[in-house]
T-cell receptor
Framework: SQQGEEDPQALSIQEGENATMNCSYK?????LQWYRQNSGRGLVHLIL?????REKHSGRLRVTLDTSKKSSSLLITASRAADTASYFC???????????FGKGNQVVVIP | NAGVTQTPKFQVLKTGQSMTLQCAQD?????MSWYRQDPGMGLRLIHY???????DQGEVPNGYNVSRSTTEDFPLRLLSAAPSQTSVYFC?????????????FGNGTRLTVT
């Protein structure tokens, strides 16, 4: 069943601004992952955060995880036009070989 | 390395026809999976495999069959296509089956069933 659920709004920002999107989930997880999908392409893995981690950075990306609230956020700093894409969170539960994706959050960065 | 290769890129079927969507990976990944992506629904897991000879059902398996005779290939078969199977299909693989590690996706097959 669907686990990750992103905030459903599309986000439109100016180049250089920060973009934040959130994801909530319902059951205990082993790890949570964020993916990016450009139009007409497959998903690309961005970052994985384990359940015992609270924050992780990768370049201009910052992911936080709050297991008490069953939520995660993805922050993209200093956005670029190339960041225009849909962003998905996905969760993996303990003892489970599945990755459950949310519905995605579209981000448009205006040059 | 080519990564995950899906063929065909586009396909149109008539209701009742059968076909096989091909997926191959050259990364020696143990875990492979099929998802379908529909507008407003995100990605839903159809079937997955943790190694050659082992397959299991995902969230939406009805109307689809899979097999995993080799590590590299994981074909998805539509037995009798229905309009509800119109979707974009993604194959994905990852290295470790026991804890789902980052998935590598193919570029998808866009299927229309009329």
């Amino acid at each position: 069943s669907q686990q990750g659920e992103e905030d459903p709004q599309a986000l439109s920002i100016q180049e250089g601004e920060n973009a934040t999107m959130n994801c909530s989930y319902k059951t205990s997880i082993n790890n949570l992952q964020w993916y990016r999908q450009n139009s007409g392409r497959g998903l690309v893995h961005l970052i994985l955060i384990r359940s015992n981690e609270r924050e992780k950075h990768s370049g201009r990306l910052r992911v936080t995880l709050d297991t008490s609230k069953k939520s995660s956020s993805l922050l993209i700093t200093a956005s670029r036009a190339a960041d225009t894409a849909s962003y998905f969170c996905a969760t993996n539960s303990y003892g489970n070989n599945r990755l459950a994706f949310g519905k995605g959050n579209q981000v448009v960065v205006i040059p | 390395n080519a990564g995950v290769t899906q063929t065909p890129k586009f396909q149109v079927l008539k209701t009742g026809q059968s076909m096989t969507l091909q997926c191959a990976q050259d990364m020696n990944h143990e875990y492979m999976s099929w998802y379908r992506q529909d507008p407003g629904m995100g990605l839903r897991l159809i079937h997955y495999s943790v190694g050659a000879g082992i397959t299991d059902q995902g969230e939406v398996p009805n109307g689809y069959n899979v097999s995993r005779s080799t590590t590299e290939d994981f074909p998805l078969r539509l037995l009798s296509a229905a309009p509800s199977q119109t979707s974009v299909y993604f194959c994905a693989s990852s290295q470790r089956p026991k804890e789902v590690s980052p998935l590598h996706f193919g570029n998808g097959t866009r299927l229309t069933v009329t």
